[in-house]
C-alpha cells in the first residue's frame, strides 16, 4: 500500500490516519506477465513497478504478448474467435513489514508487524484476442478481508504503416483513476510503491489522487502513436463496493459520469527516456452520509501536470518522476452557508517528486519530497469533534528516503523512512486538542518485505 | 598462428552451415513479419531495425542468415547471453521458421545504421588498426577477415558496421565468459580486452 492522500473529515487523530491507509491503493508488477511473456522482470521493469519504455508498449497493447501454448478458436474466415493461455497466467504478491513511529499514536503500541501488510493474487495477461486483463484480489491485515484492488482490462489493436508509423488504439475498463496509465509519475502507480498501514498517511489530497481507487467504473478510450504520444479520455461512474444500489447512507458518490484526460509525450534517445504530460478529472460528487443523493453537488475539478525521466543501463539505472496537481474544490452540496464547510470553495495543490537510483537492479534507493497546501477550511480540516479552529489548514510537508534491496528480481526488501516537517497546517499541536503532538512525531521507519511470484 | 588458422577454419565451416538458410519466404510469411517487426521487435530495435537505445542490437542491414540463425538459437535457448534469457527466449519461442526466416530477410534488406559521430578520433584510428589488422601476439586474427574491411559482414558473418558500442563491448564479454558459447568468439575476445576492446567497438560504431 502506499502513503494515501484522501479526502475526508477528521473521524478521531488515530482511527483517521488508520482509515486512510486502508483505504489506499497499491502498486505492484506481476511475475504473471513474466510467465506469460517469458521475458524477465527487466524487460518491462526497471526495477518493479517502475515501468520501462518496452512495459508501457505491453501495457497499451492489451498485456497480449504471449509466450505459452494457447487454446484457440476461428471462425470459417480464419477470424480469431479464441485465443487462451492454457494455463493461466497468476501471481501471488506478500508484503511483511514492521512500522516504528517516531512517537506511538495516543493509546497504542508502536512498533506495528503486519504478517501479511497484504496478500494478493493477481491475474494478469491475455484474455482474448486483442485482450488483456490486470486484476488484483487483496486480503490487507488492517482491513482483515479480502476485497477488489486494482483491476484494468482492456482491448486494443495497432494500426502500422509500412515506413514504421504505428497507432496503437484501445479502450480500458478500469476502477481507479489513473491505474491505466503508462508513465510512473501519474497517482496509482506513482512512489511510494509500498507504504506503512501503521503510520498516518497525508490527511488531505485530490480526488483523482487515489481517493476513488476500487469504489468507481471507468471506461476510457485511448491512442499511443509512434510510441511516443498518448492521449486518453474517458468517464467515470461510482461503483462503490458493499452497496448496490447505492442510498443516503454511501458516502462520496458521483453524480453522473466524471469525465477523464489524459495527454502525454514520451521521447527515447540513447540511454533515455523523457515524458510531459498534462491529466485531470472532473468529479461531481453528492456528500451522502445521511444526505440524498440528488440535489446540489460538491464539485471537484482536478488538473495536473507530470513528468518523468528515466536513464537505464546494466549497472546505473536513474529515473526522476513528478506531479503537481492541483483542484478547485466548488463544495455547493457541503457548505450549507457555513455548516458543512466554512467555504464555499476551496483550493488544494499537491506536489511530489522523487529520484531513484539502482546499480545492477540489486542495489538502490529514492529520495523525494511532497508538499500539499491549500485553503484553509476550519470545519473540514480541523479533527472532528473538536471546535472548528480558524487556522485549520490541509498543509502538509515532508520527504521520503528508502533504501531497497534485491537479492533475486522477484524480491525486494526496502528500509522507507517518511519525515513529516507540517502536518494538518501546523509544525505543533497537529492534533488541535492541545496534546502537543507535533508533525515530527508523525514520522516513521518502515521495513517491508515484499514478495511477488 | 595456429590459433588464428583454428579460427578461420571455423567461420569457413560455419559460413557453410549457415549458408544451408536463406530461401525467399513467402508473401504472407513476409506480410506477418512486417507487422510483427513493427509491433513488436521494433520497440527495443526501433521500428526500422535501427534501435534507439544502445543496449538493444541495430537489425537493420544485418546477414539474413546470421539474423534466422540467432532467432532459432534464442528460440532453441542455446543462446545463453544474459539479454538473450532476459529478453529473446521469451520473444522467439512463439516464432516458426517460415516467420523467422521472413523477419531476417526483412531486416537483411533494410539499409543499415548510419555511423555514429566520432567524438574520440585516436580511439577510432586505434580501433581501426585493430580491427584491420588485428594483434597478432595476443592471439587476435584480424576482424575484418570475417566481417569484412567495411564491416559489412562477409556471407553469413555478421555486419558490425554502425553497431552500438555498448551492444558490441557486452558481447565481447558474452564471448569471453563464455555465456554465449561461439568457440571462434571466444578465442578472440579472449585477446581482445579493456582498451582495445573499446577501441574496435568505437571505430565500428562510427563505420555507415
Redesign the interface.
Known sequence: MKITLMRTKWLTGALATLALALLSTSAQAVPSFARQ????C??CHTVWPELT??GR?FKA?GYI???LKQVRGVSQRKDELLSLATLPPLSMMVQISDTQLAKPLPDTQNGSVAFPQQISLFYAGKIAPHGGAFIQLTYAHDSGGIQIDNADIRFAD?L?T?T???LVYGVSLNNNPTVQDLFNSTPAFGFPYAGSSAAPGIPFGAQIDGALGQNVAGLTGYVYL??SLYAEAGFYRSAQQRSLPLDSSAAGVLSGLAPYWRLAYEH????HNLSAGVYGATFKLFPGNGSALTGPTDTYKDVAEDLQYQF???NHLFSLQATRISENASLDATYQDGVGSSNLKNKLTTTRAFATYYYKRRFGGTAGVFQTTGTGDAILHTPAGLEPDPTASPDTTGWIAELNYLPWMNTKFSLQYTAFSKYNGRTNDIQYDGTGRSASDNNSLYLVAWFAF | MKTIIRSLLACACLSTALAAYGEDPAPEALALAKRVAITTCGTCHGVQGVSAQPKFPNLAGQSENYLAAQLKAFRSQTRGDADALAYMWGMAAPLDDDTIQALSALYASKPGAAGSRVTDPALVARGQSLYLEGKLDQGVPACAACHGPDGHGIADFPRLAGQHAQYLLKQLDSFQTNMRNVAVMHGVASGLKGSDAEAVAAYLESLP
Do not use: C, K, Q, Y
Not at chain 1, 511473456?37 to 524477465?40: F, I
Not at chain 1, 527515447?268 to 540511454?271: A, L, Q, V
Open positions: 511473456t517469458g521475458m524477465a527487466e524487460a519504455h518496452f508498449v497493447n504478448l504471449d509466450n495497432i502500422t509500412e514504421g508509423h504505428s509512434n510510441e527515447s534517445w540513447d540511454r537505464t543501463a546494466d
